[in-house]
């Protein structure tokens, strides 16, 4: 299916349409707080240029992609991933510094048109807009969302392949058909802290007892400390470089 891809910064007349549409994400994965800097109004608007509005024929938007530019001060990417990203990107745009990369965040598809090859369309799209600002790759925190072992180290599950030398990982067999190649693990890409009342509305789960919990959808397990009345999630990605050719 053909797109129309905009950056937000051409199509802010559909700012309110672009924050409301669905987000496919459980209640838990929303709370991180480093993305609380990222997503807002404000800050989306600040990074509009780096921002996606994808629409239909009939001009719905039916899928979103975000990314930012930071400051990398290595040429290896950062343990935090995901967090790192957002909060060196927002610390970069607010002290006036001069970004040198840029990272995919997030691509967001309506419901109704997951299964018709958009993501690999997408992730196309992020890189030429990062070619078109002039960074010579997007990197990318790949979340390996088909990994449904919560006890699985993720250095096991992400270099894991098929036959055919793709891995086994949807999501990342998105990336690498896109031309991009796996570079290492972020193995603290989002941290999510919360009181074990706050885990519990977030999973509607007991929280009762210390130690791992398996939580639905949750790539590890979070751990719970009922002494201290906490719990803490922290999720692995997996770095991904693509070339742009800038």
Request: charged letters at 25%; hydrophobic letters at 40%.
């Amino acid at each position: 299916m053909a797109l129309t891809i905009s950056v937000l910064a051409e199509r802010l007349d559909l700012l309110h349409e672009f924050l409301e549409m669905e987000s496919p994400w459980p209640t838990f994965m929303r709370q991180d707080p480093i993305g609380a800097l990222y997503y807002n109004a404000p800050t989306l608007t600040r990074f509009a240029e780096h921002i996606l509005v994808c629409q239909d024929d009939e001009g719905r938007i039916v899928a979103k992609a975000y990314s930012i530019p930071f400051r990398c001060e290595s040429d290896e990417l950062p343990d935090d991933g995901w967090d790192g990203a957002i909060r060196r990107g927002v610390r970069t745009s607010l002290d006036g510094g001069v970004p040198n990369t840029v990272a995919a965040l997030e691509i967001v598809i309506a419901p109704f048109m997951q299964g018709h090859g958009l993501s690999g369309q997408i992730v196309e799209a992020l890189r030429d807009n990062a070619k078109r600002h002039g960074y010579r790759e997007l990197v990318v925190p790949v979340r390996p969302n088909g990994k449904k072992d919560a006890r699985e180290p993720m250095s096991s599950y992400a270099f894991r392949t098929r036959d055919d030398g793709l891995p086994v990982d949807p999501w990342l067999r998105v990336h690498m058909r896109a031309g991009g190649r796996i570079d290492r693990l972020a193995p603290r890409a989002m941290v999510i802290p919360g009181t074990l009342a706050e885990w519990r509305d977030w999973t509607n789960l007991p929280f009762d007892q210390s130690g791992p919990v398996e939580v639905p959808q949750a790539l590890t397990l979070v751990h719970c400390d009922v002494d201290n009345g906490t719990a803490v999630y922290i999720e692995p990605n997996v770095w991904v470089r693509h070339r742009t050719g800038a």
